[in-house]
């Protein structure tokens, strides 16, 4: 049973807009919540996180957004750029716990 | 430092054949992962270490075993591969608990193919 769910398995959105990336969780456990980026042909690449005690997290471009009492998180890029073009994972992790549980990803298209 | 990196880049084996992916981490980190990407499914978690000499299972772990002789090194061994075990294998490495600020760190994969 799927845990971290990204329902969009892609998205294309205009150079210059906005991307918005949602991943929704069915563990209350989960404490702490990681977007991942991934190229063709390469690992996962860490890109942002926020704690369960925040709702908002900024980085540059990257913000993540959490809705606890939605079990459900979401990211920004803003403005984006084609070479955000990527497949975008969500994970999440509970305090104490060993394991990271990942979304299915999302594949981001970033037209020029 | 090379960071997380996983030999051989790309196999191919018969059913049965047994193999050994090896990971290598320089970053001295304690927590250690194997996992595989299959199309639709995300990352599924097989096999993880807490430490040298520790191994527990993880989501997928049937068909594979592994060992953390060393504090650096981190092997996945498929005993008698079957098709379903075709894959993209990632390992990934991290400092801290699952639940504090530290993020995975991931090699740039095995692809896997068992014909």
């Known amino acids: 049973d799927q845990q971290v769910k990204q329902n969009s398995p892609s998205l294309s959105v205009q150079e210059g807009r906005i991307s918005i990336l949602n991943c929704d969780y069915t563990?209350?456990?989960?404490?702490?919540f990681l977007w991942y980026k991934k190229y063709p042909a390469e690992g996962p690449t860490f890109l942002i996180s926020i704690s369960s005690i925040k709702d908002k997290n900024e980085d540059g471009r990257f913000t993540v957004f959490l809705n606890k009492s939605a079990k459900h998180l979401s990211l920004h890029i803003v403005p984006s750029q084609p070479g955000d073009s990527a497949v975008y994972f969500c994970?999440?992790?509970?305090?104490?716990?060993?394991?990271?549980?990942f979304g299915t990803g999302t594949s981001l298209t970033v037209i020029p | 430092n090379a960071g997380v990196t996983q030999t051989p880049k790309f196999r191919v084996l018969k059913t049965g054949q047994s193999m050994t992916l090896l990971c290598a981490q320089d970053?001295?980190?304690?927590?250690m992962y194997w996992y595989r990407q299959d199309p639709g499914m995300g990352l599924r978690l097989i096999h993880y270490?807490?430490?040298?000499?520790?191994?527990a299972k993880g989501e997928v772990p049937d068909g594979y075993n592994v060992s953390r002789l060393k504090k650096q090194n981190f092997l996945l061994g498929l005993e008698s591969a079957a098709p379903s075990q075709t894959s993209v294998y990632f390992c990934?490495?991290?400092?801290?608990?699952?639940?504090?600020?530290?993020?995975?760190?991931f090699g740039p994969g095995t692809r896997l193919t068992v014909l």
């Open positions: 970053m001295n980190h304690e927590y």
């Open positions: 270490s807490v430490g040298e000499g520790t191994t």
């Open positions: 563990n209350s456990m989960f404490d702490y």
């Open positions: 990934a490495s991290t400092n801290g608990l699952a639940g504090t600020s530290y993020e995975q760190f």
């Open positions: 994970a999440a992790s509970a305090k104490f716990g060993n394991q990271f549980y």
